[in-house]
């Protein structure tokens, strides 16, 4: 059974920083792709950061581009987002996924078969 469970959400002042985790089991990650997603009240799950073990691509959302850095310990099967000089929207749920598509986006939504439970990150100004 796969599970994936985020941590090191929190709140913050604009300008500051996180770094969020996910932690796989019973998952491995080999050619696919790993992503973090985020979700605010109101508004659509949107892909922010992407990936790819084999190879190590990225891929960000053009909103965190520069300011967030994904990426992945395969000896511990973690994930990361390290995300400085926030701003208020960049408050949401933050989710995990796994287990993604062949042939769909790597930031979209419906490219990934597991999702964690989410970690909160507010951002005040």
């Known amino acids: 059974q796969v599970q994936l469970v985020e941590s090191g959400g929190g709140s913050v002042q604009a300008g500051g920083s996180l770094r969020l985790s996910c932690v796989a089991s019973g998952y491995t990650n080999s050619r696919g792709f790993m992503a973090w997603f985020r979700q605010a009240p109101g508004k659509e799950r949107e892909g922010v950061a992407a990936f790819r073990t084999f190879g190590g691509s990225s891929y960000y959302a053009d909103s965190v581009e520069g300011r967030f850095t994904i990426s992945q310990d395969n000896a511990k099967n973690t994930l990361y987002l390290e995300m400085n000089s926030l701003k208020p929207e960049d408050t949401g749920m933050y989710y995990c996924?796994?287990?993604?598509?062949?042939?769909?986006?790597?930031?979209?939504?419906?490219?990934?078969?597991?999702w964690g439970q989410g970690t909160q990150v507010t951002v005040s100004s």
């Open positions: 996924a796994a287990g993604s598509v062949a042939g769909r986006h790597p930031l979209g939504a419906n490219a990934y078969f597991y």
